[in-house]
């Protein structure tokens, strides 16, 4: 069975590149989407995701609004926060929320593939034992 993903961005543009660069990366991951923190809770709760790529700046509320209501939900989900606020502020709110990491958008090609696969290598760690 194939591990679930969750992206949550408000840009279509980045969604649709970001998931065809992962649909490239033979991760074996089932992807959905989310454009807003509100819809990012909705499916997360009912795709049940054991990763979430989340972006910070959404509209109506932000992604570590979301974040916090996912992980209550769901605290073994890895949450990756992948943004252009490199912000040393949200860097902190989001170890308080027991974020997986923090990438800025334009370190996406180098950094996320390797933290999804240590997310599934934990994931399945954790199913083994």
């Given amino acids: 069975m194939s591990q679930r993903l969750l992206i ?3 840009n279509i543009e980045f ?3 970001l998931r065809s660069y992962l649909e490239k990366q033979d991760l074996n991951l089932a992807i959905f989407e989310a454009s807003s923190a ?3 809770v909705a499916k997360s709760s009912f795709t049940r995701p054991d990763i979430v790529l989340m972006d910070i700046n959404l509209p109506q509320a932000n992604g570590l609004a979301a974040i916090a209501h996912i992980k209550t939900d769901n605290p073994d989900c ?3 926060v992948v943004t ?3 912000t040393k ?3 902190e709110l989001s170890k308080k929320l027991n974020v997986t990491a923090f990438v800025g958008k334009t370190e ?3 950094c996320l593939v390797p933290l ?3 997310c599934l290598g934990e994931k399945n760690q954790k199913a083994i034992s």
């Fill in 116 to 118: 999804i696969k240590k």
């Fill in 78 to 80: 890895c949450v990756i």
């Fill in 38 to 40: 509100e819809m990012g």
């Fill in 108 to 110: 996406i090609y180098d």
């Fill in 8 to 10: 949550v961005d408000d």
């Fill in 89 to 91: 502020e949200f860097k």
């Fill in 15 to 17: 969604r649709k590149m």
């Fill in 84 to 86: 252009m606020f490199d």
